[in-house]
């Protein structure tokens, strides 16, 4: 009997190294995801900044536009 209840918790010791194993392998596929997550996050920062780069450099022409000094027409004078 002796021999069966050593055998018995070498097979649940091997059951919970191999949890633990999987779990362990299981954490590091999660923290990759995670570091992967925040690279895409930081590249879709990058393009919301040059959008908006974009944006700014669009409303300052326009308001360059509207606030340049014009050539005043004068009238042909006729001889």
């Known amino acids: 009997m002796l021999y069966y209840y050593s055998a018995m918790t070498k097979y649940y010791n091997a059951l919970a190294n191999a949890t633990i194993k999987q779990a362990e392998?299981?954490?590091k596929q999660a923290e990759a995801q995670i570091i992967?997550?925040?690279a895409a996050l930081n590249n879709s920062y990058g393009?919301?900044?040059?959008g908006l780069g974009w944006t700014l450099i669009g409303i300052g022409v326009i308001i360059y536009g509207f606030r340049k000094t014009r050539i005043p027409i004068t009238e042909a004078k006729t001889a």
């Open 25 to 27: 392998a299981e954490l």
């Open 36 to 38: 992967q997550a925040n």
């Open 47 to 50: 393009w919301i900044f040059f």
